[in-house]
């Protein structure tokens, strides 16, 4: 049962020493109801009350780590049903299938293929970080040598067998740090949830809705921790009503027997088909999906829409608002002015690069906000534009004081020649798209 804030503040030494960074112990107290705070954030909590505290303190969806080290997945401790309350913290794992019924050959190939799934974009290298090593033969010794492959690829590692002996050894000798093991059944919890513990490793807990709660319960009684769910739907309706309902019991009645994350998976053979499932499924509420579809035309998309799903919409990626020099620049390369909103920066820095013609850019900060967001803001503005163009120091780098600004802002062009008086404002394209062709065939003109 969760405790209310008044509940909580009795607990609380309430000296308002402030040290927790709220003005009393009352605020601390809401704070920590709303699972906006952390118990540890108060150093002077006495014993008696962290043990009373500490259900209540305990995130409503249990943080999970798979992989140990830098190389390691969080996933879970998530607070909100709604991405516009707050945010989603820990990005959904994505995994690809890895059958232990492969041959040698098929085996690496298939995980070099998985091992090519990082990809760059907007700025950050984003990738595919996990095997799903599926015990397809039954045998325990082709079970381990495909563990031991995965293990040795660098990527995350989940182990799917049914029989807790072919988990323990493949756990124990294939190398892979801290695996996620798959999965602890009703008819096999007692000897799955020996391996997790003996293993130190997270399990997940298979069964259909309504056993779900009596799995986790054996674990938990077993000392097991750290689980993922699976209700074992695989039709994406059903998925989407079983995690939406898990996740809205989690958070709104505190029901800790289903406060894990969840794992699922795309039942299509289409690749296509697939990437659509996993895109749904990752905005409600899986926190892995396991692919079977390993082509990048595929999985480019899904991982740009998970960067997309897991960005905080209070705070717009951002690039420095700084001067950039795309290729090697020379006293004769073209000055380019956009905003510091990473998808903006990163579609003009691209296009430039594409142009092969080598320039600058001046970016200026708007606060993360897109060109047109921005100027409607009254952040990119003919003043900001030119106090930018100056601190870059871009002015004594270049002969030609020629400044492309953005085709959608052409009305700044006037104001902008008499904020920074010597330069002649060029108006470039529209979109970001028209920039190759602008630099090649306008700029030398001009
Ligand atoms: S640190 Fe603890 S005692 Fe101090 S104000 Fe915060 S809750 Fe109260």
Redesign the pocket.
Known sequence: MALSGLDIYKL?????????G?P??LA??MALAQKKAELS?????SDQAKEALGAASAPPIRLVTIGEGENKLEIGNETVLFRHEATFFHPTGLAVTLSDSLDGTALARRIEAVKALRFDRVGRSVRVEMLFVRNDSGDAGKFLAAAKAAAGSGLLVILASEDPAAMEKAARESGAKKPLLYAATPANANGMAAVAKATGCPVVAKAPPDKLVDLTAALNAAGIKDIVLDPEFRRLDECLWAQTQIRRLALRRTFRPLGYPVIAFTSSTDPARAALQAAVLMAKYAAIVVLEAVEPWACLPLITWRLNVYTDPQKPIQVEPKLYEVGAVSPDSPVLVTTNFSLTYFTVEGEVEASRVPSYIVVVNTDGTSVLTAWAAEKFTADSIAKAVRESGVESRVRKKRLVIPGGVAVLSGKLEEALPGWKICVGPREAVGIPSYLKNVWPSL
């Open positions: 609380l030494p309430k000296t308002n020493c402030k040290e927790c709220k009393t112990c601390f107290a954030q108060c150093p002077h909590v």
